[in-house]
């Protein structure tokens, strides 16, 4: 079958956050490059690629998803609380951009690959940059089960091990989701987003999806 499209827009940057996302951007991937490994093993699992802003909202980021936590990288003196933060996961942006796309054809198989930020104070700059892989499935079959499935062509693809471990998270159904370690570090996570967090972000289509580091 021939690949969908999938358009993706929104409001314009505004200055200063523009010029703070161009730098981040410069900074987390230089002109050209690419990520090792991930054009072939993402793209042979059938998925497509997006690319969303590095800058973006706490509303999206916590509120929508249900999450509580204040501790985001943010602009000074940001002019839109839509651009006041920088990203910290990438799953709430894969879920902005399938709102916008929500009258697409269906299944809608996504990933992204990018940097997050994070606040560290065990880092000589205070934040941490972790380079993150997301993966959405939106399809009215799409479940734990397929999820899965996609983290365990991933392991076997990268060469790592994994342990699941059924932790309650604010943005997935109850009891269908897992946090992923890996070498006994929280690595990741995985589920089935819940119908709240579908609503708040306008889906109905069910929506199975994992986030984990890359680094």
């Known amino acids: ?70 501790d985001f990288v943010e602009i000074a003196n940001y002019v839109s609380t839509n651009w006041q933060v920088f990203r910290k996961r990438l799953r709430p942006e894969m879920l902005g951009f399938l709102s916008k796309n929500k009258d697409t054809e269906y299944p809608q198989c996504l990933f992204e690959v990018g940097r997050v930020l994070r606040l560290d104070e065990k880092s000589e700059t205070g934040v941490r940059e972790p380079t993150r892989l997301c993966v959405a499935l939106a399809d009215a079959k799409a479940n734990f089960t397929h ?25 997935f159904a109850e009891g269908r989701s897992a946090t992923i370690y890996r070498d006994g570090k929280c690595g990741g996570v995985l589920g089935e987003v819940g119908k709240k967090v579908l609503g708040n972000f306008g889906l109905e289509t069910p929506v199975a999806l994992l986030e984990i580091e890359l680094d």
């Not at 091990?161 to 604010?170: F, H």
């Open 1 to 70: 079958s021939s690949p969908m499209n999938i358009w993706y827009s929104d409001s314009l940057l505004l200055s200063s956050a523009t010029e703070a996302q161009r730098r981040h951007d410069s900074l987390a991937r230089p002109p050209g490059a690419r990520y090792n490994k991930k054009p072939m093993y993402l793209d042979l699992l059938g998925l497509q690629e997006i690319l969303t802003f590095t800058m973006t909202s706490k509303e999206k980021q916590a509120t929508k998803m249900g999450y509580t936590d204040e």
């Open 147 to 171: 999820i899965k499935s996609v983290l365990d062509a991933l392991a076997k693809q990268l060469g790592f091990s994994y342990t699941l471990k059924a932790e309650k998270d604010a943005a």
